[in-house]
């Protein structure tokens, strides 16, 4: 594909947006290192975005169809990787890195990318998940890996897969009244999830309900909500940079995990209720143009990665945010592009890179047409 060509096909919306979220992530990480007195986050996230960068660009040089062939491949390794977590001691009471010296890598960021290629990989011309009994290969293998990441244990990475899985579905054309049955009987085994989830995981749903503003600081994970919402406030409309407003108490500003899950109030701090929309605005934006390749796209393989490349970055952005504002429980989810963390920036990255890679390749049907069926 020559130059020209292949820079008229890029989504520059994606392009420009997610080097506008990395930069305000950078804002909300500097802030955090200020507010802790000690901090060198921010010198290490500029560190891992200049590594990121060109990772996105080199995830848009190799046609997207060839990752076809080698989808089960890295999906099966990313499962491999998921047990290999166990060899290696717990950090903060879970199972959920392998340190490779220079950074402690994550295999559920590389789970999530892998999941969504053997999925497409699966889906693609098939007409037997129209009937629900086709439906039980695809959520054996959402099973499989969401089972995995809760042992470590990792509740917010693992309610990721199943949205994808039905945005995924809905793409490849599933029923709607099969996926609504579905997820009917989900909701029926919520009590059963309930008695499956650590104490830990129990507290912070319980903490969504129990949640106050007024009284004495809640203790626990109470502590980390009333917190968030405390430094959210704080920023008022037009935030501190603009304002120059500034409290006496510095335990105000204490805001545990800020700079990685919390990133989105430091950020609401620093630019107030005016940069959190800009924020959430530059989301929809990319999530829009994402739906729109996946919709220009011919080719069934590119667009059920894009479709849930769009449903796994927006889901994990409104858990993420809710979190923030009392309306999630909270996961222990990174906000993508923002929150620091080497793994989740740098398969966010790839993510957008293949959703690029579709875009300039999207591709021509050479079998059955998919996506559209009768209505028998």
């Known amino acids: 594909m020559r130059l020209r060509e292949w820079t008229c096909r890029v989504p520059w919306t994606i392009v420009i947006g997610a080097l506008c979220l990395m930069l305000i992530g950078l804002t909300g990480i500097q802030r955090g290192d200020e507010l802790s007195k000690a901090g060198t986050f921010f010198g290490r996230q500029t560190t891992w975005i200049a590594i990121s960068i060109p990772a996105m660009l080199a995830a848009t040089l190799i046609p997207y169809s060839r990752l076809r062939t080698y989808s089960y491949a890295v999906f099966a390794v990313s499962l491999l990787l998921l047990l290999a977590v166990y060899f290696f001691p717990a950090k903060n009471g879970a199972h959920r890195w392998i340190p490779l010296g220079f950074m402690n890598f994550q295999p559920s960021e ?198 849930g490349i769009v449903a796994l970055l927006a889901t994990q952005t409104v858990i993420n945010a809710g979190m923030t504002v009392g309306l999630m429980p909270i996961t222990g989810m990174t906000l993508p592009l923002l929150s620091y963390g080497g793994s989740s920036l740098l398969s966010t990255c790839v993510a957008f890179g293949l959703l690029i890679n579709i875009a300039i390749r999207p591709g021509y049907e050479v079998s059955p047409e998919p996506f559209r069926f009768g209505s028998s």
């Not at 629900?132 to 695809?138: R, S």
């Not at 830990?200 to 109470?222: C, H, I, M, W, Y």
């Not at 620093?270 to 829009?288: A, H, T």
């Open 110 to 307: 590389l789970a999530k990318i892998a999941y969504i290629l053997a999925l497409a990989h699966y889906l693609m011309y098939r007409q037997n998940y129209r009937r629900l009994t086709g439906l039980v290969v695809p959520f054996v293998l959402t099973l499989i890996p969401v089972g995995l990441i809760l042992r470590e244990p990792d509740l917010g990475t693992s309610l990721l897969f199943l949205p994808v899985l039905f945005a995924m579905l809905f793409a490849a054309g599933a029923r709607l009244r099969h996926l609504a049955t579905i997820a009917v009987l989900g909701l029926a085994m919520l009590p059963l999830l309930w008695l499956g989830m650590s104490a830990e995981q129990k507290s912070r749903v319980v903490t969504l309900f129990a949640q106050s503003d007024n009284g004495p600081t809640p203790k626990g994970d109470g502590y980390h909500l009333h917190q968030s919402k405390t430094v959210l406030g704080l920023g008022g409309i037009w935030g501190s940079e603009i304002t120059g407003m500034a409290f006496d108490d510095p335990a105000a500003y204490h805001l545990p995990a800020g700079r990685t899950d919390f990133v989105f109030s430091l950020i609401g701090e620093r630019w107030g209720l005016i940069g959190c929309l800009c924020v959430l605005l530059l989301y929809v934006v990319i999530f829009g143009r994402g739906l729109m390749i996946a919709a220009a796209t011919r080719e069934p393989f590119g667009r059920l990665i894009a479709v």
